[in-house]
């Protein structure tokens, strides 16, 4: 066993070293509390294992496949690049492995209504998609300005039959939207539950989208013992809340021979308030009912932050990260907008395939190590998502 028991991670209380626990009034830790419960019995029992199991296969698609991007290796001469496909995963993202989990702990919890709120929409389709599957109630919150913005992902929600609210106060945006959709839950508590979209919140919801995620890991570690007989000796992973890094990362924490780099959105560089980079440039603070590193004006306000994948624009993230910051364990580095760009661009004409922006962080840490290594070292990129949702921008922003 290593000095650290990574599996026992959390405690009881949901701490990950000093970072994480629950930072909300007693009413809600009560609740918070009872959802750990649940969750604890329920996915122990065969019955829930099976039902995830055979939906991550039949209608994922899983496991997804590990792809040697040999084209891309050879022409930056050094280390072999190697893909995780998550972009293959039905809905284009990792996020369709904690909805599915969610929704269906929701399900097997008795709840009649999933309530969530989302950014961009990629957490709001893949809420959807999860509860249309499992058939409970969805409802999303959305800022009536991110409405207007990501109108295919509107549509899909629609389509998949979320009630959608459009959340006009404020600024409109997502932390409004966080605001709408918590009152709501707030009114039944007993019967619905929240459905975060990330690593993110009060415990257990660290724990959970963790724990669903590391099929990601756990299928990497497989497949690189099956072809290779060992290890890569990197894996990589943007992020932005966290969860596809832990969905990558968890399996191979004990692994101390495998070097693990999260990526942060260094947006228009480190030195202006345009990025994201909360783990490079933050400092350790509560968001969101959480302790974790948050990026924060001189008054103590999370600072409004800036990436050009708006999948990674969060000024707190993981508590699991954070401790594996101080610890030592995952080094967190940062790519900006352009490198993130050039990288879309690279993957997208040398192998055919187009990547997530928020992907392309991982993509682009990748491009700028692989140089410094020997060709008979490995570097596994989590690609977490698909870029066809970005295309239309990078198009328009690269003038094609
Ligand atoms: C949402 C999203 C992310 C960022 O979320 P994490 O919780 O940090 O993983 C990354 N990639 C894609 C494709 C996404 O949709």
Not at 84 to 103: P, Q
Not at 247 to 275: C, I, R, Y
Not at 363 to 381: C, F, H, Y
């Amino acid at each position: 066993m290593s000095k650290f028991d990574f599996a026992a991670m959390p405690d009881a209380n949901g701490y990950f070293g000093e970072y994480g626990g629950q930072i909300i009034p007693p009413e809600l830790k009560e609740i918070m509390d009872e959802i750990d419960g649940a969750y604890e019995e329920i996915r122990q029992t065969p019955e829930f294992q099976e039902e995830l199991d055979s939906l991550f296969a039949d209608y994922v698609g899983r496991p997804s496949p590990v792809y040697h991007a040999s084209r891309l290796s050879a022409q930056l001469g050094g280390a072999q690049i190697y893909l995780k496909r998550e972009d293959l995963n039905h809905t284009g993202a990792h996020k369709i492995n904690h909805c599915l989990g969610e929704a269906l702990l929701a399900k097997y919890m008795g709840k009649t209504k999933v309530i969530a709120e989302t950014g961009a929409g990629q957490h709001g389709v893949a809420l959807a998609t999860a509860c249309a599957l499992v058939g409970i109630p969805c409802e999303i919150h959305m800022g009536q300005v991110d409405i207007e913005k990501e109108h295919p992902n509107v549509t899909k929600m629609k389509i998949l039959g979320c009630k959608l609210v459009a959340v006009t106060r404020g600024t409109a945006t997502l932390k409004d939207a966080v605001d709408s959709a918590f009152e709501e839950y707030l009114k039944d508590p007993v019967n619905y539950i929240y459905a975060i979209g990330s690593v993110v919140g009060p415990h257990p919801f660290p724990k959970m989208v963790r724990d669903f995620q590391s099929i990601i890991g756990t299928e990497a570690r497989e497949q690189f013992m099956t072809t290779h007989g060992k290890l890569p000796n990197y894996i990589t992973a943007c992020v932005g809340g966290g969860s596809n890094a832990m969905g990558a990362f968890t399996a191979f924490l004990d692994d101390n021979d495998v070097s693990l780099v999260g990526v942060e959105p260094a947006g228009k560089g480190l030195d202006t308030k345009d990025h994201s980079a909360t783990l490079t440039l933050g400092k350790p603070s509560e968001l969101h009912g959480m302790k974790c590193y948050v990026l924060e004006t001189e008054d103590g306000e999370p600072m409004p932050v800036h990436s050009i994948a708006s999948g990674l624009d969060y000024p707190g993230v993981g508590p699991q990260h954070s401790y594996l910051k101080d610890l030592g364990r995952v080094e967190y580095d940062s790519v900006t907008d352009e490198e993130c760009l050039n990288a879309f661009m690279t993957l997208s004409r040398v192998e055919g395939i187009i990547p997530a922006l928020e992907s392309s962080h991982a993509v682009a840490w990748a491009m700028r190590k692989a140089p410094e290594l020997p060709s008979d070292q490995m570097i596994l990129v989590n690609l977490s998502g698909r870029g066809d949702k970005d295309a239309d921008y990078v198009a328009d922003k690269l003038g094609l």
